[in-house]
């Protein structure tokens, strides 16, 4: 039995919904509509969401896994067993990346698999280092004064900040 449910999934929780077609809900009437616009429809093994913003909801981390990124309304379905409890100051998140396609992700501590060995962060541990994992990313300024293949160095620097914990700073050291 999940925890969380219709009466206290919006309570400081963690959330990845799975994009669904908007015709999964035509013809529905939401049970909630928040203050922000969405609407919400409530079934009995999750829920759907209906809304134009997704990321900080009130409270709450809430992300849309969609094929694409582009903006507007969007139609979410998450389980309620999907739902984890969230704050800033527990270490209840790792770093998911993908070097091939460029993109990181955090996701909560109930969704590391067996045999994932990755460094659990704060919120703001893990959005910091998110941060500069995207900056890895998008430039290649810092890797001036490195001597070496450039995606074998941004892969190292990574690794050792998404799963050994390092900082940015104690990464690029151990790169000397």
């Known amino acids: 039995m999940s925890q969380y449910n219709k009466t206290n999934f919006h309570k400081h ?9 908007l015709s999964e809900v035509s013809g529905m009437r939401p049970n909630h509509k ?5 609407s919400y429809f ?3 093994s999750g829920v759907y969401r209906l809304s134009d913003h997704w990321g900080r909801a009130a409270n709450c981390k809430w992300r849309l896994e ?27 998140y790792f ?5 091939q396609t460029r993109t990181v992700v955090y996701q ?13 962060f704060s919120a703001p541990e893990v959005t910091k280092r998110i941060r500069e994992i995207r ?6 300024a810092w890797a001036r ?30 790169l000397s």
């Open 66 to 92: 969609a094929a694409d990124k582009k903006h507007g309304l969007r139609l979410g379905f998450a389980f309620w067993a999907t739902f984890h409890p969230d704050n800033e100051t527990e270490k209840l």
């Open 13 to 21: 929780t963690f959330c990845v919904f799975e994009e669904k077609p």
């Open 145 to 174: 004064h490195f001597d070496g293949d450039i995606e074998t160095l941004r892969n190292n620097l990574i690794d050792d900040i998404a799963i050994h914990g390092k900082t940015l700073q104690q990464a690029k050291s151990s």
């Open 42 to 44: 409530f079934m009995e």
């Open 95 to 99: 770093i998911d990346y993908d070097p």
């Open 135 to 140: 900056s890895l990313f998008a430039s290649e």
């Open 108 to 120: 909560h501590k109930n969704n590391l698999k067996l045999d994932d060995v990755k460094t659990l």
């Open 34 to 38: 928040s203050k922000s616009g969405s």
